[in-house]
Each structure stands twice: as C-alpha cells, then as structure tokens.
C-alpha cells in the first residue's frame, strides 16, 4: 500500500483509527427520524445498578460504625483472678451492685449492648491483694471485661466501688428437710450434703446450728401417700448470708405414708337443701345432733394441724337436693331420713381423709302446720 500511494503521490483517505460511534438519525418507514443509542451511555448505565446500591451498602456501614457515647446503668460481678480470695462490694450497697457508666464504640455496638445488658450482668475480674479495703476504680476492668471487648465498646467514665478482698473458706454442710415441712414419710437427698464457699470470717461467724441447706418440700405437703420419684427441690441456708454461696438445688426422692389416724374436735353438719324448698318455708328439716364428734383424719401433718387449731372450716356437708334421696312432696307431716355419710360427704384439706367416715345420722323433715 505503501507504493500505491508513492506512484499516485496522494493519501488514499484509509483510517488509521478506529472512528466514534455517533448517534446518527435514521428515518422510519413514515419517514420519521429515530435514533441509535450511544454503546458507552449503555455501559454507563450498567455500571450504574451494581454501583448504587453498593455505595447505598457504604452509606449504612457508616453510620452502623459511626463512633457514639451512651449512658448506662449495668450490674456487675466482681470476681478474683485468684481462687483463694472473695472480693465483696462494701458500697454501695444495694444487691445486685449497679453502677452508672459512660461508653464509647460503634453506634451498633452500643444498642446491641445495651439490650444485652438488660439481661445479665458484667463479670469483671480484678486482682487486689487479700486484706485490701478501699476504692477501686472499675472504668479499666469493665472495658477489659469479656462482654464489653466483644461489642468494641470503652467506658469512658464509671464511679469508683468500695471493696474489701478476703481470704476464701469453704465448708460441707448437710441437707435437711426445713422444719416447717411437716409430713409423715421418708426423704432421700442427692447429694445429702453440700458445699458453702464464702468469706473467712463471715462463714466462721454462723452458728454451727445454721449450717444447714434446708430443702423447700412445701410442694409435697398436699400430696397423698405414695412413693415419688425424685425431683428437683431448692436449698437455702438456714441463716440467709450476704456473699455466702452454694449451690441452688437437689434432687429429692420422697416417700409419703399415710399418718396414724388423728382425733380432731367436733365438726358442724351442714344441710344443703334446694332453694325452692327453702323460699316455701313448708318445712322444718333439723338432725339430732348439730356436729359430729370421734372424727378421726390421716394427712399431712401441717393439715392436721390446721384442724387442731380450728384454722380450716372443715365440716359435714349433706347434699339434699337429689329429690330421689330426699322427695319432700310426699311428707305430709314428719319424716326421719336415715343417712350413712361417706368420705365425699366430708369437707377437709388437701391430702387429709377421714378415717372413719362411715358413721349413720338422722334428718327428721316435718311439714309446717301439722
């Protein structure tokens, strides 16, 4: 091409480049002009919807990690480093120990926090000398903490505590049933004896007497004789100690049997009679005696001892409203009904029965005017 164009000693006009797309009118068939798009608006465009949305995804990152303070108020846990010491918060001295703080992190952070702290408290471990008694600053250990770390989040300013370290003691005590759980039986603990960790002096200034983990059976108290399997039931020192702990439950296997039958005083006897009989006033229904002596119960014995006190309304309740038992239309002057009570006729505690319920009375029904 070269020698073409020396002989003819002129440019044939062939590009070198790669000329621009223009967008150039073109006529329809109506002989209206239409256009051809631009390739690079096209790509732009493109461009354009992957784009936006990932600098949508920039803006709402920022702001999630834009740097915010707060105010809180959180429950802390101090505990040692060391296994051989208590560490006890002297003030204040509300329990649980709650403190106000000012933090610092990421605005997420910080709301994810806070409806953390809600709900359980922040274990702070420090490592004071046994013996020590005095202020200690916790803004430090908090943002040490484990809970706060994980969020990123730094307390900025937080109130000093007073503490005092002590040594660390500990003791096996036993597990009784608690005294006013009250029933005849057997119970069988697993495990029987427990251990109390606290501080030196304190657990050495209980008295050896209330060094007991009382087991709650309230539960079983209106059960009625029988074997149960075992369950769980919680314990509690028999002298309640600020910073003295132990465990929270054990498992119980008890056996109620049935107590030996009880004399208990002289209960009414009670007549229920249909409500149309009573507003007719047509008769007089009375019985021999107005309470019913030699009643003799097996039960709990915390019930049986509501009855000695007269603390239950126990009673004999005859149901006279079943017209087959009791047809007042067919007396026309006095009539003496015979009744053999049993147990249902009874009203007592939960878990109590009666122990002689067979016992007959008479009800004499007269007619008035006769």
Do not use: C
Not at 85 to 99: A, G, M, N, W, Y
Not at 216 to 228: I, M, N, Q
Not at 274 to 290: E, M, P, W, Y
Not at 311 to 337: E, N, R, Y
């Amino acid at each position: 091409m070269a020698d073409l164009e020396s002989k003819t000693g002129q440019s044939l006009g062939i590009p070198t480049t790669t000329p621009k797309t223009e967008k150039r009118p073109t006529f329809s068939a109506a002989g209206k002009p239409t256009h051809v798009e631009h390739p690079g608006r096209v790509e732009a465009f493109k461009t354009f919807l992957w784009v936006a949305p990932l600098t949508a995804l920039i803006w709402i990152y920022a702001e999630r990690e834009q740097i915010a303070t707060a105010e809180v108020t959180v429950q802390i846990k101090l505990l040692s480093k060391s296994s051989d010491r208590i560490i006890t918060v002297t003030s204040p001295l509300e329990r649980p120990t709650k403190i106000s703080l000012d933090i610092q992190g990421p605005r997420a952070s910080l709301n994810e926090l806070r409806d953390v702290l809600t709900k359980v408290p922040v274990e702070v471990y420090v490592s004071p000398d046994v013996g020590y008694k005095g202020d200690f600053s916790l803004a430090e250990p908090i943002t040490k903490s484990d809970l706060f770390k994980t969020y990123a989040v730094a307390v900025t300013a937080a109130p000093s505590v007073t503490i005092k370290v002590e040594a660390k003691s500990s003791r096996r005590i036993p597990v009784k049933v608690r005294p006013q759980d009250k029933f005849v039986g057997t119970v069988t603990f697993e495990p029987d004896s427990v251990v109390v960790e606290g501080p030196k002096d304190t657990l050495e200034g209980i008295k050896p007497e209330n060094l007991v983990a009382y087991a709650d059976l309230s539960d079983f108290a209106s059960k009625p004789p029988g074997s149960y399997p075992p369950q769980d039931v919680t314990i509690s020192l028999g002298s309640p100690t600020v910073d003295v702990t132990m465990k929270e439950s054990v498992r119980a296997k008890v056996e109620i049997s049935k107590s030996a039958p009880y004399p208990i005083p002289p209960i009414p006897i009670v007549l229920q009679i249909n409500g149309r009989v009573l507003s007719d006033d047509k008769f007089k229904i009375t019985t021999a005696l107005d309470t019913l002596g030699d009643v003799q119960v097996i039960g709990p014995l915390d019930k049986i001892e509501l009855l000695k006190q007269r603390m239950f309304p126990a009673a004999v309740v005859v149901d006279m409203t079943d017209d087959k038992k009791f047809d007042f239309a067919t007396i026309t002057t006095t009539a003496d009904k015979p009744y053999t009570l049993s147990a249902k006729d009874y009203r007592m505690p939960p878990g109590v029965t009666v122990n002689n319920p067979a016992r007959d009375i008479t009800i004499t029904i007269t007619r008035r005017g006769n």
